[in-house]
């Protein structure tokens, strides 16, 4: 009896001496592999990803090339009428559907992860400094915040675009430089406030303050420990942000404001192929489907993270 | 109150300034001048000879800093000068124009909104965790998330081309059915999130425990005690909701032909009608500012807190 309760002591102890302590950052991957969205999610990101990144070797055709051969809107190969060079047709100016789909894929995740960095690191760095400086510092810099954060962003989007979107720097990669500085210069706000907040809650813990009295540099401190421990949040609303600007920039192309043709983003085949509703329907539906899927892919990654990293949340 | 609501109004006020002068910059910074814009949008066959005059008549012949503080003070009175492509008529006649349109849609939207978004949310919450919730919940994410003009085309694409119930172009009331249920679902699915969140919170409060304790049979408690406190913020955030709808018909409108603000708005932009680009954006500006504003003010009277922080 006794013997065996010993036994069972020892192999629960080596166990125990066996298994890593149990941080937050490997509890959170516990409990987002159990959330079976959010794991559909980073698959589909992930393949988007590749497709994205191996454009150039996947896409069947040049995205750009008309070729002379070939007849406009095609339709794709399960409907009659197809051209079998195109597997999912061929648009107006007899393009193949495919491979400009595979490349508007490129933009998408360009202008969805591009300004979310800008964006973190201007929107980070007055955060800190509102949160760390406090007083005077702190007012000035949130005012600001709050009335930038009170502008209606999809508006100043499509003023900025149609005033600017002519000009070089305007056409600049298509369009892109344009929309990344547009979307940077209203979304830091979102980040600063988040950002404020963690610091004002972390500044009074006691670990930070043991830090302080024992005479670590503020830089150090702020590196350490305010930045890791401000993470969890930092990276719910990054990947909430990412299809906010996916979105518009789908919204704005789709105005015919975004990403100049002949470049190929998602947006602007949807406005391309809406003229064509009553013709195919199924030529804008293509687009459009990449786009919702692309939105529910990080809406559920998103989810996925703010349950898994901040247990207290869930219901 | 009366200060905290004073205070909120006048920081409005910043967030119109920022919005005018951002636009006069952007105007100033176009290339071209405005009559470069104004000879485009009329074809290119305005003679040279009349520039002056009109630039005299748009009060372009004055210095920048003079033209600036004339906007400000124009803008203020919802003053936004001519159209250019409409000889005669002026911006807020054509705001006016397509406004009707835009504000039936938003209405009809919210009402729709509401009746769908409410129940699903109160049956959602109050069937925690079953089956009920789940698929409500699912519902509510996928058409909080899928873009309203991705659902449009789909929704086009089935009701007007496949079954051709409604028309693609804009011919008559049929035409309101799509935009306003598209509108609808999207707007439905956030009231159901926030009724759902908002039930959950208040079913978990004391005094909703003692009125159960109290022996009270449950319709009461749900209805008198949950329902009743639980569906304040949904029916604060209406004010607001309606402001992002009448805006976000933009897209929507242009998806499916709608002949109001939205599709004035990028029309204009086409045509570089500035004064008309500039107007409506302060316009819709004015609309979002306003709901912002109209819930900070609802929830400072329902909840005192607020204010103080």
Not at chain 1, 7 to 29: N, T, V
Not at chain 1, 46 to 56: C, E, M, N, S
Not at chain 1, 125 to 134: C, E, H, N, R
Not at chain 1, 215 to 226: K, Y
């Amino acid at each position: 009896m006794t013997v065996a309760k010993t036994e069972q002591l020892g192999a629960l102890r080596a166990e125990a001496a066996q298994s890593k302590p149990r941080g937050l950052w490997s509890d959170a991957w516990r409990r987002l592999k159990k959330n079976k969205a959010a794991l559909a999610g980073v698959a589909y990101i992930a393949v988007l990803a590749l497709i994205a990144i191996f454009a150039k070797f996947l896409a069947p055709h040049d995205p750009n090339f008309i070729p002379a051969d070939a007849l406009a809107n095609t339709p794709p190969v399960w409907q009659e009428g197809a051209d079998r060079r195109f597997l999912l047709g061929t648009d107006s100016l007899s393009r193949d559907i495919l491979s400009r789909l595979i490349y508007g894929a490129q933009i998408s995740l360009v202008v969805g992860f591009i300004p979310v960095a800008l964006e973190l690191l201007l929107g980070a760095t007055v955060g800190i400094m509102a949160g760390w400086l406090g007083g005077r510092w702190d007012n000035v810099l949130m005012r600001m915040v709050d009335v930038v954060y009170a502008f209606p962003s999809l508006l100043f989007f499509i003023v900025v675009s149609s005033a600017l979107g002519s000009t070089p720097f305007g056409r600049m990669l298509s369009g892109l430089v344009l929309l990344f500085v547009a979307f940077a210069v209203t979304g830091w706000v979102t980040m600063a406030r988040l950002v404020r907040g963690q610091v004002l809650t972390l500044k009074n813990k006691e670990f930070i303050e043991a830090a302080r009295s024992v005479g670590v540099p503020t830089q150090r401190i702020i590196w350490r420990h305010v930045i890791p421990n401000s993470l969890a949040p930092i990276i719910v609303s990054v990947t909430f942000g990412i299809p906010g600007y996916i979105l518009a920039e789908a919204a704005l192309s789709y105005l015919g404001l975004g990403i100049h043709p002949p470049a190929a983003s998602w947006g602007n085949m949807v406005r391309e192929f809406s003229t064509l509703i009553s013709l195919n329907a199924v030529f804008v539906l293509m687009p459009a489907a990449l786009i919702a899927l692309t939105m529910l892919a990080f809406t559920f990654l998103g989810d996925g993270l703010r349950d898994a990293l901040d247990p207290q949340m869930t219901k | 109150m009366a200060r905290f609501a004073l205070n909120r109004i006048l920081w409005t006020l910043p967030v119109f300034w920022l919005v005018i002068t951002v636009t006069f910059v952007l105007i100033q910074v176009t290339p071209g001048s405005p009559w470069d814009a104004f000879n485009a949008a009329n074809g290119g066959r305005l003679s040279p000879d009349l520039r002056p005059t009109w630039e005299r008549e748009h009060g372009l012949d004055k210095p920048v800093a003079q033209q600036y503080v004339n906007y400000i003070v124009n803008s203020a009175r919802f003053q936004f000068g001519e159209s250019y492509t409409q000889q005669g008529q002026t911006v807020s006649q054509r705001i006016m124009e397509g406004f009707p349109y835009s504000a039936r849609i938003g209405i009809y939207a919210l009402v729709l909104a509401a009746v769908i978004g409410v129940p699903l949310g109160v049956i959602a919450a109050l069937k925690q965790n079953t089956m009920v919730d789940y698929v409500s919940l699912f519902f509510a994410t996928v058409g909080a998330t899928v873009p309203s003009f991705v659902i449009g085309f789909f929704m086009l694409a089935f009701f007007g081309v496949r079954l051709n119930w409604v028309p693609i172009l804009w011919t008559d009331w049929r035409n309101y059915i799509l935009p306003v249920v598209v509108l609808g679902i999207g707007t439905s699915a956030f009231i159901a999130r926030l009724t759902r969140a908002s039930i959950l919170e208040i079913t978990r409060q004391d005094y909703v425990r003692t009125a159960r304790a109290k022996g009270l049979p449950e319709r009461t408690v749900t209805i008198r005690h949950i329902l009743r406190n639980g569906l304040i913020p949904v029916v604060t955030i209406m004010g607001p909701a309606l402001a992002a709808l009448i805006t976000g018909t933009i897209i929507i409108e242009n998806v499916f032909g709608v002949p109001g603000m939205g599709y004035l708005y990028i029309q204009s932009i086409g045509a570089r009608d500035y004064p008309v680009i500039m107007g409506t954006t302060l316009f819709y500006t004015f609309f979002i500012v306003l709901g912002n504003m109209l819930v900070d003010l609802t929830y400072g009277v329902l909840d005192p807190r607020i204010k103080a922080s």
